[in-house]
T-cell receptor, first 115, second 109 residues
Framework: DTAVSQTPKYLVTQMGNDKSIKCEQN?????MYWYKQDSKKFLKIMFS???????INETVPNRFSPKSPDKAHLNLHINSLELGDSAVYFC??????????????FGPGTRLTVT | GQSLEQPSEVTAVEGAIVQINCTYQ??????LSWYQQHDGGAPTFLSY????GLEETGRFSSFLSRSDSYGYLLLQELQMKDSASYFC??????????FGSGTRLSIRP
């Protein structure tokens, strides 16, 4: 029983393309996140959604657009991919958006390579 | 600005004890978390300190001093499987965690 799942696990694409990464959690959590981990393993929050509402948007380029159809899903769409977008993208969830947000459950990650 | 400082690498011997330190400077503070990440894997939650003092969970313990903006993760009876990266993270506001740059722990037999 996978708690937080992401698809695809690997994504190789060319500059300028548009791609999406899907995330689903079956933990009943209210809050979901997207993180970007670069080659130096620096883990940076991109977005946070609570009950389908955007609550954190960390100065991410407009080319990145998250969508939450329901509180169990948070997808990430990326337009006009650039070389610098190459990274591992992690989806995560936590029980709520308040103090419990310290304990987050991460998906397996999506390794995006832009050529 | 907001920053978390932790050593980039630590090496220890199997069976020994190792301490990974973390100092932070953030605009808000709810608590300090620790996460473990094996190569190619996802971060997994280890511990959380909201109040000063030591929290023990099996072989792992975590400490926090809010007045010193400092915490550490203590790993005892090291096993080879503990070789991983360890991240401290500050819950700086509701729904926002800031991660440190990670400490790569290598364990020698």
């Amino acid at each position: 029983d996978t708690a937080v799942s992401q698809t695809p696990k690997y994504l190789v694409t060319q500059m300028g393309n548009d791609k999406s990464i899907k995330c689903e959690q079956n933990l009943g959590h209210d809050t979901m996140y997207w993180y970007k981990q670069d080659s130096k393993k620096f883990l940076k929050i991109m977005f946070s959604y609570n009950n389908k509402e955007l609550i954190i948007n960390e100065t991410v380029p407009n080319r990145f657009s998250p969508k939450s159809p329901d509180k169990a899903h948070l997808n990430l769409h990326i337009n006009s991919l650039e070389l610098g977008d190459s990274a591992v993208y992690f989806c995560a969830s936590s029980q709520d958006g308040g103090p419990s947000s310290y304990e987050q459950y991460f998906g397996p990650g999506t390794r995006l390579t832009v050529t | 600005g907001q920053s978390l400082e932790q050593p980039s690498e630590v090496t220890a011997v199997e069976g020994a004890i190792v301490q990974i330190n973390c100092t932070y400077q953030t605009s808000g503070f709810y608590g300090l978390s620790w996460y473990q990440q094996h190569d190619g894997g996802a971060p997994t939650f280890l511990s959380y300190n909201a109040l000063d003092g030591l929290e023990e969970t099996g072989r792992f313990s975590s400490f926090l001093s809010r007045s010193d903006s400092y915490g550490y993760l203590l790993l005892q009876e090291l096993q080879m499987k503990d070789s991983a990266s360890y991240f401290c993270a500050v819950a700086s506001s509701a729904s926002k965690i800031i991660f440190g740059s990670g400490t790569r722990l290598s364990i020698r037999p």
